[in-house]
Every structure is written in C-alpha cells, then in structure tokens.
C-alpha cells in the first residue's frame, strides 16, 4: 500500500479539479506539487494556483520559498484562493461583532 497525503481543494481549485479533496503520493517535495497538479489537471497553474496560496498541515507555505520541504504520509494540503475584498469586509464585519449570552 502506497503513503499518501490528502489535498483539498477550495472554490475555484474545487470547480476546476471537479473534487473537494484527494490523496496524492507521499513524499513529494512543496516545489513539486505544481507540477503534479499540472499533469493531472492541464492549465491548473495559470488558470488557477498562480493566484493561491498554499498551507500544510495548517500553516501557510511559499511554493517556491519552501520548495525543499516535504510533504509527508498522512500530510494535509489546502489549495486557497485568494480573498476578494468583499469577503474581506464580510469578515471584518462579523469579526466586529461580540456575541453577548
């Protein structure tokens, strides 16, 4: 059985993948996931990962600056795409609110 890593996709990475997650083979170097994303999903770069950032395990990552990293077994991968300026209004917005019980 092969070591995995899970990625999930959000909005337009979802739209584009057609899936909201899957596993990929582990491991894989940060500066490679590009690449595999590109030969499973052909124009994914330039239609869509040049504007998104990336975390693992839950902590944000540069592609490039991070790119000797590995992406180990039982990894978690977020594909984001970028916040618009309503979302970020939206969320100041509601983040202003204190819930009084």
Request: proline share 5%; with cysteine.
């Amino acid at each position: 059985m092969s070591e995995t890593f899970t990625i999930h996709y959000f909005a337009t990475a979802s739209q584009y993948t057609s899936k909201n997650t899957e596993s990929l083979p582990a491991p894989l170097k940060l500066s490679a996931l590009f690449s595999e994303l590109e030969q499973r999903y052909p124009g994914i770069v330039d239609k869509v990962l040049s504007t998104c950032g990336v975390s693992l395990d839950g902590e944000y990552v540069d592609v490039e600056e991070d790119g000797e990293v590995l992406i180990q077994a039982g990894g978690e991968v977020a594909v984001i795409p970028p916040m618009s300026a309503f979302d970020l209004i939206r969320f100041e917005f509601i983040g202003s609110f204190e819930m009084d019980y």
